[in-house]
């Protein structure tokens, strides 16, 4: 009994193994030792490079030397490439190329199938693939699993048809995709463009004109904040680390808006002798080294906690200016805030340079009204990220779900004046055995002339 045999195929589809349908191989690696292997003409597809429709280019070459003393082969264009370590990533070469040994490669038997439903056929396949796959954390399916893999065969009118409509409604999905990756930077610049009308006065300027405001001041961090750092304790003493006492933060907790817990703490002994400070919640960390995006990041600390020295903890004079203004102060400036690091290979910035960072201050009333307005904006922006990612989620399994419904055969009609599946092999299996016969014939034939 075959796996297909339990599912009920659609009129005129047979239950066949893959090795019916295509002519299977696997390439090889030429030894990496021998220099005369490598740097030729022919194409050398490794499973890194698999992953588009249709494969353009080899990210290395080989010589004829190299093929011939391997286990390389060449390949016809038009040949499916398929991934071995991670089951069932697929490509189709498009140009003739060997492949390394990790990639099984089928060749569209013709009258029976052709490259791209081949293609398709093999995507539908690929969950069936892994579960299949045997190995530890890289599992294999070798090529003969492959070729004993049974699939749902359509007759070959009905394969077009069904690739046209793929091929139409993909093109579809892979268009909204584009969109929906495109919206993330979109809603990026819209938050830097809130960020930059509030600190320059633009967004409030029709409530300053109904409430008489005073002009704005500039003034700086140092202005308004006490700007201090922390340090790492000594890690070859255990008594600074064998303790929960206190949370001791790192730059890379900057990424986020709030920082609310802690990975690694530091014992009160340690905090003593090593002369740390202890900051309040509330207290604004700015990331002060790291190249990346680290540096220039800010975030506010939800708890009592003390830092290492890449971090300028920022504790604002709330009687001078609004907390959550100088943060969005910060987070409005960090382009600037970056370009402002001195250094060689690995630029940093310093308390005196965090204390010079300049804010254009309006009252404490203004303040106010730009951060109710910024927060209401960022919630759009929230809200607008958690549709995209919602809407990202259903797109990326409608191509799995578009291929499975083409696969059950309920994405195209049947037409029952199509040449069933079944007769089609058993016709090209007497046609091939004939072919046989008749070589076989011709060869005696030659010898009994000679």
Request: proline share 5%.
């Amino acid at each position: 009994m075959t796996q297909q045999s339990i599912i009920k195929l659609p009129q005129g589809w047979a239950s066949v193994p893959l090795g019916e349908i295509a002519v299977w191989g696997a390439g090889g690696t030429p030894k990496r030792s021998e220099p005369s292997y490598y740097d030729g003409d022919i194409p050398w597809v490794k499973t890194g490079d698999l992953g588009p429709r249709r494969l353009k280019h080899a990210s290395e070459y080989i010589t004829e030397l190299g093929v011939k003393n391997s286990s390389a082969k060449l390949f016809n264009r038009g040949a499916i490439a398929m991934y071995g370590a991670t089951i069932g990533k697929t490509s189709i070469l498009d140009f003739d190329a060997t492949t390394n040994q990790a990639c099984a490669v089928g060749q569209p038997i013709k009258e029976v199938t052709e490259t791209d439903f081949l293609y398709y056929l093999l995507k539908n396949e690929k969950q069936n693939f892994i579960d299949k796959g045997k190995g530890g954390a890289q599992p294999n399916i070798s090529q003969q699993t492959i070729k004993e893999h049974y699939i749902g065969l359509p007759p070959p009118t009905e394969q077009k048809r069904i690739v046209e409509k793929l091929d139409s409604l993909l093109a579809q999905v892979e268009t909204i995709q584009q969109r929906l990756n495109n919206l993330p930077e979109i809603i990026k610049r819209f938050r830097q463009s809130v960020l930059a009308a509030a600190v320059s006065g633009k967004l409030t300027a029709q409530w300053r004109s109904q409430n008489q405001q005073e002009k704005w001041q500039w003034l700086t961090i140092g202005d308004v904040s006490t700007v201090s750092t922390g340090s790492t304790p000594k890690r070859t003493e255990p008594t600074f680390w064998d303790s929960n006492d206190v949370p001791w933060l790192t730059s890379s907790v900057t990424g986020k808006e709030f920082c609310n817990s802690a990975t690694q703490f530091v014992s009160n002994k340690a905090v003593k002798e090593s002369r740390l400070k202890v900051f309040p919640p509330g207290t604004l960390l700015l990331a002060m080294y790291g190249e990346g995006k680290t540096r220039g990041q800010v975030t506010e600390i939800s708890f009592e906690a003390t830092c290492n020295q890449a971090c300028a903890a920022i504790l604002v004079n709330e009687n001078k200016i609004s907390k959550s203004f100088v943060k969005l102060r910060l987070l409005e400036n960090y382009e600037a805030t970056r370009m402002a690091a001195e250094g060689g290979n690995q630029p940093n910035l310093n308390l005196s340079k965090v204390r010079k960072i300049t804010i254009p201050v309006p009252s404490i009333e203004e303040q106010t009204e730009i951060v109710r307005l910024v927060e209401q904006y960022f919630a759009l922006a929230d809200t607008l990220e958690k549709h995209m990612a919602n809407a990202k989620a259903r797109v990326d399994n409608l191509t799995q779900s578009i291929l499975a419904k083409a696969f059950r055969g309920e994405l195209v009609p049947q037409d029952p004046n199509d040449e069933p599946a079944d007769k089609l092999l058993e016709r090209i299996k007497a046609a091939r055995l004939e072919a046989e016969k008749l070589e076989k014939a011709a060869k005696k034939a030659t010898k009994v002339k000679r």
